[in-house]
């Protein structure tokens, strides 16, 4: 795509846009920056929603200012970030981050950029221009910028067309742009899902053939970006195209290798009604436990493993706290995922084999488990699949409905509930010998 030396300008109106949609902590930011002499624009993802009708969850602002020039004017303000030094503006609980215009990592001067020899930028503060930030950004259409002062959109790269198009382009070449970042790739995949846009055929093309490249992401920073990927309204679209991609592998080896190896379609039913659950509670605006959806996308190597190493162990509980180990090692290499949601997660899975014993005290106890309600909802997707009896899901959910007493009355052991009281004997009649 040529380059815009000259930048479209379209007012917001001829857009269909308000100022009043605006968030007001952004927009005091700009005013703020542009009264100091700076220039200041709303930018990214809060612009390309504003044009789709929906309400951005972030505002994020771009300017010529430095961070440390951003952090004189704002008390507020705290720099984080090393690969991308960015300025928080706190309101409360409320962050605005605002980033210093961005140019071409080949440009030496008192800043730095550095690049791993494979492609990756390492680093990333050679500051810039408004049109050289606007081309150092991933897709055309998170590269429009909003000035509040004036209510236009400036566009140097074609986004706007892009935009009503409903096309999602990576700006240069798309092999170079993914090897300098390639969470990109996902990225890609999240916003076709997300906006309802059509990756372009040129930015699809590599995709596949460069899904490797996520292995090298540190762990913590692909965590993140899963959760982003699976705890929102097109969980179960975002699976399929990773799959279709080849992405899920890098991101899940253990899980698409069982899928790939499934004897039926029942383990990846599993996952996807998983998803279609999130989704359903996302819709209603339910909270979400990330932790039960990472168990859902590990159960399956954690069910084979189990299985095949059922024999060198006493119980199923004991095989399923092996195989959690062993799957979780090899998992966290590929994605940081904290104890807190590992925790959890193996509580879940180790407490699926008491869903099989229904006599006894320790049933009313098992309901009184901390994490009771996460393994039974975990226990009815699988109960839907085959991997347990319905009629056992069935007696799980009566229960709770039931009285205390109608509870210990439906655990208490077969003979004791069938058990009568021998009758007693009426005394035979006294009888004279007379």
């Known amino acids: 795509m040529p380059v815009q030396h000259k930048p479209k300008t379209y007012p917001l109106r001829e857009l269909g846009l308000s100022a009043e949609k605006l968030d007001?902590?952004?927009?005091?930011?700009?005013d703020r920056l542009v009264k100091a002499g700076f220039e200041a624009y709303l930018v990214g993802g809060c612009v390309r929603d504003l044009l789709l009708g929906m309400h951005p969850k972030d505002f994020d602002v771009s300017t010529n200012a430095e961070p440390e020039e951003i952090q004189a004017l704002f008390k507020n303000c705290r720099l984080i970030g090393r690969r991308f030094r960015l300025a928080h503006i706190h309101f409360g609980r409320h962050i605005i981050e605002v980033a210093t215009f961005r140019g071409p990592h080949i440009k030496h001067d008192k800043n730095a950029s550095h690049a791993h020899k494979d492609g990756r930028l390492l680093r990333d503060n050679v500051y810039g221009t408004l049109e050289e930030d606007a081309w150092r950004r991933d897709f055309t259409v998170n590269a429009l910028y909003l000035d509040p002062k004036k209510k236009t959109v400036i566009d140097y790269v074609g986004g706007i067309e892009d935009h009503q198009q409903r096309i999602l382009r990576l700006m240069g070449d798309p092999v170079t742009r993914f090897k300098e970042d390639p969470v990109r790739l996902i990225r890609a995949i999240r916003f076709q899902a997300k906006l309802n846009f059509q990756i372009e055929s040129n930015t699809a093309a590599p995709i596949t053939k460069m899904a490797p490249l996520l292995k090298d992401i540190p762990a913590a920073r692909l965590y993140d970006e899963v959760l982003k990927l699976f705890l929102n309204t097109h969980a179960t679209q975002i699976f399929e195209l990773l799959r279709q991609y080849g992405l899920f592998e890098a991101l899940f080896p253990q899980t698409e290798l069982c899928l790939n190896n499934a004897d039926s379609d029942a383990p990846l039913r599993f996952i996807k009604q998983a998803m279609t659950n999130t989704e359903a509670r996302l819709k209603n605006n339910q909270h979400v436990t990330p932790y039960f959806l990472l168990a859902t996308l590990l159960w399956e190597p954690v069910r084979r493993l189990t299985e095949q190493n059922r024999s060198s162990f006493h119980s199923d509980t004991q095989a399923i706290h092996a195989a959690a180990n062993?799957?979780?090692?090899?998992?966290?290499?590929?994605?940081?995922?904290p104890r807190r949601m590992t925790t959890p997660m193996r509580e879940v899975w180790a407490l699926?084999?008491?869903?099989?014993?229904q006599v006894g005290i320790r049933c009313l106890r098992?309901?009184?488990?901390?994490r009771f309600r996460a393994a039974y909802d975990f226990m009815l997707l699988r109960a839907q699949h085959g991997e347990i009896d319905e009629k056992t899901a069935d007696w799980w959910t009566h229960i709770q409905t039931l009285e205390p007493a109608e509870q210990k009355l439906m655990t208490r052991p077969t003979q004791f509930k069938n058990k009568r009281k021998p009758r007693k004997k009426k005394p035979k009649p006294i009888t004279s010998n007379n």
């Open 24 to 30: 007001k902590h952004a927009v005091s930011i700009t």
């Open 326 to 337: 062993e799957v979780i090692a090899h998992q966290i290499s590929r994605l940081a995922i």
């Open 352 to 357: 699926q084999p008491r869903f099989h014993k």
């Open 366 to 370: 098992f309901m009184e488990h901390p």
